[in-house]
């Protein structure tokens, strides 16, 4: 049976890693009925965490689509990792979701991971309920983790439920909304609904009141009942509430055991009853600026916001339909590519468990399998339609490694793999560095890389090793320097000749013409990797045919490429050819190409040669506890600090760190922290490199020159 949009939930569980999301999603499978037992994370039989590496690691790795029945509506749930480093699988699933719900574990209270996951929600404008999670647990402190998220995100959040009995003995919730109290039996599962006793009265009212004050604030039709008659009936109740959250006006949070099964019911009827369907959202944004309602009515357009290889299946596509009616067999165009898709099969997922349907309306999530050319960010629609939905803006790599080269058979392999799960994950970049003759990979964190050496090794079998990636430095120079080389060569038949005479100089915009010579022509390019060659041609008197100035500009750009010093890109330099010879017969392109990249190499040499480093900013977030320790690492890289800001609990540190010192910074920056720290990095700019690595540098390119 198919949903209509109004009577669809897409919820994304968020949360710091292992507050307990996917026993979460592992309780409402099971609330629901979808499941007749309840996995856990210890014996790797949760539905969520269904791949072969999930259940080795205990955590979540991937985002996965799951589903429950609940009153009226179906609840699609998707669970994410929140090791931070699978921050793309996050995004990508709260791209399609219409409400997030942000787990907290409620012995550890916020933490780092949950507030990068706000921001996100903020970014994206999502809805989000908080559940205080784990109140079974011996240190739960519901009061001072829900202390905590007031103070961090406002006074918007606010409390619809508290537990009694916190730790072990856990069993009652008072709800402030219904104004009843649940009393779990110890295995969990469906509670008593009793009055609430005497003592808990004053509390809950007290909730109950700004409950009811918050749900007329926003339309003023309810905020006129609500001053006639002092109080909301529950139908009102419900607007209200279901307009504030839709609004982000308030942030309800509540509280479960997910471990044992108490209080994740009440939380599915919240969602039935009040959150947002995707057709109370905002019309999607498209990508031409234009926006598409949700409406089953209107023209099909899906959005592939996830692609995942499976053994033995292929690529499975996992998608949201934002408008109109898919079925199986519809013929669609991707309107990203302009290929053509057929629909073979449309299912819906509980993890690996997979049901075929017969048709998905707007709003509603679901995969399909053997797409030839889809993937993730592509909008497939009827055809005439250029219905493209605005993509997602997955997070910039933070950090980059390079593979040791194996075989050459392996190679393929595992580039191809690589591919694979570059398309699973899009925050994962292959570079094929020219510059540094090395393949690079570009990623989110340490475990991004080692998971995908862990797969490619096991699946693949093939070894792979990670090396530190060379840095791209660049040359540029710091005086003027003339000099002149002849290319002359006489073995038998027609010979070389060339002689060129050249001037070198640092560039700068703005520079006066050069001093003394008789410029003929000049040009300035701009370098395609940064930075600028002024050549000029300043020849009088014919010494040497202008027919030649190409192939010296050439025999200049090859040396600017494979910089003197460290064999780097130069950059910002200004080279004017003002004299030379040449030979009637013997002088050609080549010999003038070759003169001119031995006086450019010679003259660099002697034009006090500058080696620029590349600089990042950095942006690090910390708790209050581990600053000393992020701050004295950060001496230790040359860092110079810009800033810090406090923020609540949270530290931020603002600092440029030259790219050489970053190196395996996510891990060590995690074993500093104990994962109390997050960071962001920008390239910001090249600066010249301190004298003494300078030198360094220079010396080990010329024992690898020699080494050849
Ligand atoms: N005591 C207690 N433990 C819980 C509860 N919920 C989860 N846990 C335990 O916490 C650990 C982590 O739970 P997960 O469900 O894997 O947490 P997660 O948020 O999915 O973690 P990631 O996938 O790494 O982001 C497991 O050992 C769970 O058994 C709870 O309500 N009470
Ligand atoms: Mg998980």
């Not at 009827?269 to 926006?291: M, Q």
């Not at 309306?361 to 797409?371: F, I, P």
């Amino acid at each position: 049976m198919a949903f209509e949009s109004k009577n669809i939930r897409n919820v994304v569980l968020l949360g710091h890693s292992g507050c307990g999301k996917t026993t979460f999603s592992e309780t409402m499978l099971f609330e629901a009925n979808e499941i007749p037992r309840r996995g856990n994370i210890e014996t790797g039989s949760t539905v969520s965490d269904f791949t072969s590496i999930e259940k080795e690691k205990g955590n979540s790795i991937f985002s996965s689509l799951m589903h429950a029945k609940w009153k009226d509506s179906k609840i699609n749930i998707i669970d994410t990792p929140g090791l931070d480093d699978f921050a793309g699988e996050v995004i990508s699933a709260l791209k399609v979701a219409d409400t997030g719900i942000m787990v907290l574990n409620s012995a550890s209270g916020v933490e780092v991971g949950t507030e990068l996951l706000w921001e996100y929600t903020l970014q994206m404008h999502t809805p989000t309920i908080f559940v205080i999670n784990q109140i079974d647990h011996e240190k739960s402190n519901f009061e001072s983790t829900l202390e905590q998220a007031q103070n961090r995100f406002g006074n918007k959040v606010l409390p619809f439920q508290y537990p009694l009995n916190q730790g072990a003995e856990f069993n009652k919730i008072i709800d402030a909304l219904r104004m009843i109290m649940y009393v779990f039996p110890q295995d969990g599962g469906k509670p008593e609904k009793l009055p609430i006793p005497d003592s808990e009265i004053g509390r809950a009212q007290e909730m109950h009141n700004l409950l009811v004050e918050a749900a007329a604030e926003n339309d003023e039709s309810l905020m006129e009942k609500f001053f006639d008659a002092g109080t909301l009936n529950e139908e009102e109740l419900a607007e209200g509430l279901t307009i504030a959250l839709a609004n982000l006006e308030i942030f309800p949070v509540f509280c479960c055991s997910a471990l044992l099964n108490k209080g994740s019911g009440r939380i599915m009827g919240f969602i039935n009853d009040i959150a947002p369907s995707p057709a109370d959202r905002p019309a999607a944004k498209l990508k031409d600026g234009e926006v598409l309602e949700c409406n089953s009515e209107g023209p099909l357009a899906c959005f592939i916001y996830k692609s995942h290889s499976e053994p033995q299946i292929g690529m499975v596509s996992y998608f949201k339909v934002y408008s109109g009616i898919l079925k199986p067999g519809d013929e669609l165009i991707n309107n990203s590519n302009r290929g053509h898709e057929r629909i073979n099969q449309l299912s819906l997922s509980n993890g690996k468990t997979r049901e075929s349907v017969n048709e998905l309306r707007a709003g509603d999530l679901g995969l399909t399998v053997k797409l030839k050319n889809s993937h993730t960010n592509n909008t497939l629609t009827e055809k005439n339609s250029n219905i493209e939905i605005e993509p997602i803006k997955f997070p910039e790599p933070k950090i980059r490694s390079a593979i040791l080269p194996p075989s050459k058979n392996d190679m393929e392999k595992l580039m191809k793999a690589l591919h694979t799960f570059s398309e699973e994950d899009p925050t994962l970049i292959i570079e094929q560095s020219q510059q540094l003759k090395q393949t690079l990979l570009h990623a989110q964190g340490q475990l991004q890389m080692d998971i995908i050496k862990y797969r490619i090794e096991k699946l693949n079998g093939i070894t792979m090793e990670y090396i530190q990636p060379k840095i791209p430095y660049r040359e540029t120079i710091q005086k003027m320097t003339e000099g002149s080389y002849r290319h002359k060569k006489q073995s038998g038949g027609s010979g070389q000749f060339g002689e060129v005479h050249m001037r070198i100089e640092p560039y700068y915009e703005g520079m006066p013409e050069p001093e003394g010579l008789n410029v003929r022509k000049s040009e300035i390019e701009d370098l395609p990797w940064g930075g600028k060659l002024a050549f000029y041609w300043c020849i009088v008197g014919g010494s040497i045919d202008a027919k030649y100035s190409n192939a010296i500009k050439k025999g200049v750009m090859q040396k600017m490429e494979e910089g003197p010093l460290t064999g780097s890109y130069c950059q910002d330099i200004r080279v004017c050819i003002y004299d030379g010879k040449m030979h009637a017969v013997d002088s050609n392109d080549m010999a003038f190409m070759l003169a001119s990249m031995m006086v450019f190499k010679n003259s660099f040499v002697n034009a006090k040669p500058q080696l620029l480093e590349p600089i990042y900013d950095l942006e690090i977030l910390c708790s209050d506890n581990v600053l000393g320790d992020v701050m004295g690492d950060l001496q230790t890289r040359r860092a110079i600090i810009l800033g810090i800001d406090s923020d609540g609990h949270y530290q931020k540190i603002m600092a440029k760190v030259p790219f050489a010192e970053m190196y395996k910074y996510s891990s060590s920056l995690r074993s500093l922290t104990q994962g109390r720290a997050k960071f962001n990095r920008k390239f910001a700019e090249y600066t010249p490199t301190p004298p003494e690595i300078q030198q360094k540098l220079i010396e080990e390119y010329v024992e690898e020159l020699e080494e050849v």
